[in-house]
């Protein structure tokens, strides 16, 4: 099992929807949670840390579940420029690493 | 800010040739990194520095070196390139975000194609 799974997608969705993702993690070991964007042949951008008690940047919102171990992103009124691989990133405790999920790709439609 | 700056953009080499891939990061972090991410496989470590003087192996370290020349800096080594090392190379540097959370998240370089013949 990987340590952090996500459906690869890709979502297409109009623009306007709204869509989610959801992220798996498998090390209860995990301290940190973020969300990043990538676009296509570029680096990844951080979009948003994942707070315990959930968290909302604009039309974003993140929420996390320790307790089935699984992070989610939620966007809202998709603009096209939303269109992008979404990597979620768990850190663990007591290390310097982070691990990558493969992304979710979505693509937001005229 | 630069931020994280990686040179060069794009290699070509042929098999068995060595090259060094540059990194550098003027945001004062401590930690670095060298991921390599290939089609459906995701962002791969391949080492990290935890701090200046400090290097350790990741998931993937075989047929790599690096060097953490000093805080700011820190090369990726490849002694005897193979098609297999075809892929994007991404450094990042870790440090906490702007606006006072209390954990660290990571900043990427652009990113260096590299093609193995």
């Known amino acids: 099992r990987k340590e952090v799974e996500q459906d690869p997608g890709p979502f297409n969705v109009p623009e306007g929807a709204t869509v989610a993702f959801n992220c798996t993690y498998s090390n209860s070991a995990s301290q940190s949670f973020f969300w990043y964007r990538q676009d296509c042949r570029k680096e990844p951008k951080l979009l948003m840390s994942?707070?315990?008690s959930g968290n909302e940047d604009g039309r974003f919102t993140a929420q996390l579940n320790r307790a089935s171990q699984y992070i989610s992103l939620l966007i809202r009124d998709s603009k096209l420029s939303d269109s992008a691989t979404y990597l979620c990133v768990v850190s663990l405790s007591g290390t310097y690493k982070y691990i990558f999920g493969t992304g979710t790709r979505l693509k937001v439609l005229a | 800010n630069a931020g994280v700056t990686q040179t060069p953009k794009f290699q070509v080499l042929k098999t068995g040739q060595s090259m060094t891939l540059q990194c550098a990061q003027d945001m004062n972090h401590n930690s670095m990194y060298w991921y390599r991410q290939d089609p459906g496989m995701g962002l791969r470590l391949i080492y990290y520095?935890?701090?200046?003087?400090?290097?350790d192996k990741g998931e993937v370290p075989n047929g790599y070196n690096v060097s953490r020349l000093n805080k700011r800096e820190f090369s990726l080594r490849l002694e005897s390139a193979a098609p297999s090392q075809t892929s994007v190379y991404f450094c990042?540097?870790?440090?906490?975000?702007?606006?006072?959370?209390?954990?660290?998240?990571?900043?990427f370089g652009p990113g260096t194609r590299l093609l193995v013949l």
């Open positions: 994942v707070y315990s």
């Open positions: 520095s935890a701090s200046e003087g400090t290097t």
């Open positions: 990042a540097s870790s440090g906490r975000v702007q606006g006072g959370q209390s954990w660290e998240t990571q900043y």
